[in-house]
């Protein structure tokens, strides 16, 4: 089978690397094509930078693997949409996202570029993986990624196991792996780990208005059972994600 690995992390992160690493050793083909910069935080945005209505692709070697790679400037759901609609000669079996260097959890996963890529998949009718770290934004450097990977052949089998088209997103904890506890099935808490919170500032003697973002822990608890309590307690966590569907019964 070949799996597309792809990230929002973009082309040069280290779990990139190491996903690309786990899908070797779980034996399957692998391709790999990430946005050429960070595209953290785009969902499922199929924007890409066009000239003359062309997206530049740049062929890439990573460190330690040989295996096609590709920089595209273009969003990571951009990416997989190409990959099913004329890119590549071959179809992907599987699109494998990640490792994305923090969790994706809560509702707000809508908004992670890593969880858009998978979503994607499904409207090719091919299943998709999403895989995160609990590292922090700034946490790269301490990231145990080779956690993930000892959990990815179990996630991956519950992946087989389901209908053609399924999504799940997996979250791990920044640990090693002799640290971790069992992986348990998480809903999604109704806060991620963290909250965008946005100061207005008015234009003021000609200068434009602004919008200023900050990070933000919640302030409230997050619910027993939810992705953020059970990761924070040292559990992976596995949730089944379901892609846009139109819900009967308005009329």
């Keep these: 089978m070949l799996a597309l690995v792809t990230n929002d992390d973009g082309i040069d992160s280290p779990g990139l690397a190491a996903l690309a690493r786990g899908a070797l050793t ?9 946005p050429h910069v960070d595209s953290t935080g785009v969902g499922a945005s199929v924007f890409a930078v066009a000239e003359d209505r062309r997206i530049r692709v740049h062929e890439r070697r990573l460190p330690g693997l040989d295996v096609p790679a590709f920089s595209v400037e273009g969003h990571p ?4 949409h190409s990959a099913f609609e004329g890119w590549l000669d071959r179809l992907p079996d599987v699109v494998l996202s990640g490792i994305n ?12 570029g890593t969880v858009g890529a998978a979503l994607t998949a499904t409207v090719h009718g091919r299943s998709a993986l999403a895989t995160s770290l609990d590292c922090g934004l700034a946490g790269v450097a301490d990231a145990h990624w080779q956690t993930v990977l ?24 920044n640990l090693p792996a002799a640290e971790i506890g069992p992986l348990r099935e998480a809903a999604l808490a109704t806060v991620g780990a963290v909250q965008v919170r946005i100061a207005h500032t008015s234009g003021v003697e000609g200068a434009p208005a602004t919008l200023q973002a900050t990070i933000e822990s919640p302030d409230e608890p997050s619910e027993p059972g939810s992705d953020v309590a059970l990761l924070a307690a040292g559990h992976p966590t596995i949730t089944e994600l379901r892609s846009v569907t139109a819900v009967p019964g308005l009329l």
Excluded at 150 to 173: C, I
């Design 101 to 112: 260097i923090g969790a994706n959890v809560g509702g707000s996963v809508i908004h992670s």
């Design 26 to 34: 779980a034996g399957f083909e692998v391709i790999v094509a990430a």
């Design 150 to 173: 000892e959990v990815l052949p179990q996630t991956l089998d519950l992946l087989a196991s389901r209908p053609r088209g399924a999504v799940l997103s997996l979250n791990v904890p």
């Design 77 to 80: 759901a951009f990416i997989v």
